[in-house]
Nanobody, 114 residues
Framework: VQLVESGGGLVQAGGSLRLSCAAS????????IGWFRQAPGKEREGVSC????????HYADAVKGRFTISRDNAVNTLYLQMNSLKPEDTGVYYC????????WGQGTQVTVSS
């Protein structure tokens, strides 16, 4: 099983990024999948998730109204559209299965400058 995150970068506050999580060895359509992030010096936290069966989505309060999670089962990829980015969104972003996470990928770095 391999999860590969991409799409991060350096943006100014107010900007946007679209993250991707490509999965191999794991059919994302069979699972609830989420995005997580880890800021410098802090523990990893959940950002958003998309449930398996009825496709219910959840967002952390800090990102509600700004981030949108989606998936494309045809290409076995999870996305996170991030708008109105804030400096506090800075961190390494990861995706994984919920619960029973699989091996964490390398993540993708998001840096938001003020």
């Amino acid at each position: 099983v391999q999860l590969v995150e991409s799409g991060g970068g350096l943006v100014q506050a107010g900007g946007s990024l679209r993250l991707s999580c490509a999965a191999s060895g794991l059919n994302l359509d069979d699972y609830t999948i989420g995005w997580f992030r880890q800021a410098p010096g802090k523990e990893r936290e959940g950002v958003s998730c998309n449930s398996r069966s009825v496709r219910i989505t959840h967002y952390a309060d800090a990102v509600k109204g700004r981030f949108t999670i989606s998936r494309d089962n045809a290409v076995n990829t999870l996305y996170l559209q991030m708008n109105s980015l804030k400096p506090e969104d800075t961190g390494v972003y990861y995706c994984n299965r919920i619960p029973n996470s699989v091996n964490w990928g390398q993540g993708t770095q998001v840096t938001v400058s003020s």
